[in-house]
């Protein structure tokens, strides 16, 4: 399997583990490592289709973008649903959602146009997904 249609698979694949259901997505080397130690404690998303089948109580199996091999399991504890970006970043706890105390000054709900267009964040809510980790590898 090429590693495009590998990345493409895992972002899209969602399988039953027991009752509770595991959701596989990507996620850069630094919110990684953050998400990992227990400092980054909520990820942000948008709010499309894939987002809206997350339950409390589901697991989500993190694969590092640049070493597949390295997971993090964790557990959804809440969803913080939002109608954009712009809402979102007033209500959370940005350094809960991998802001840093050098980087939190300048974050804006902007930043999330490095992961996503325009037109998906014009389309779609967001999500804060508040999580622990269960399991690292």
Not at 3 to 29: S, Y
Not at 32 to 60: A, C, N, P, V, W
Not at 99 to 104: C, E, G, L, N, P
């Amino acid at each position: 399997m090429k590693k495009a249609e590998q990345t493409c698979w895992r972002e899209n694949f969602t399988h039953i583990r027991g009752i509770e259901l595991v959701h596989e997505m990507l996620l850069a080397p630094k919110p990684f490592e953050m998400m990992k130690s227990g400092q980054k404690t909520i990820e942000l998303r948008l709010y499309d289709e894939k987002r809206k089948h997350i339950q409390i109580g589901d697991r989500i199996r993190f694969y590092c973008t640049e070493n597949q091999t390295q997971t993090i399991e964790v557990q959804v504890l809440d969803l913080h649903i939002f109608d954009n970006f712009a809402q979102l970043y007033k209500e959370l706890d940005l350094l809960s959602c991998g802001y840093t105390q050098s980087s939190i000054r300048g974050a804006k709900p902007e930043d999330m146009e490095d992961y996503y267009s325009r037109e998906q964040l014009e389309q779609y809510g967001a999500v804060g997904i508040e999580l622990r980790v269960i399991d690292s590898i």
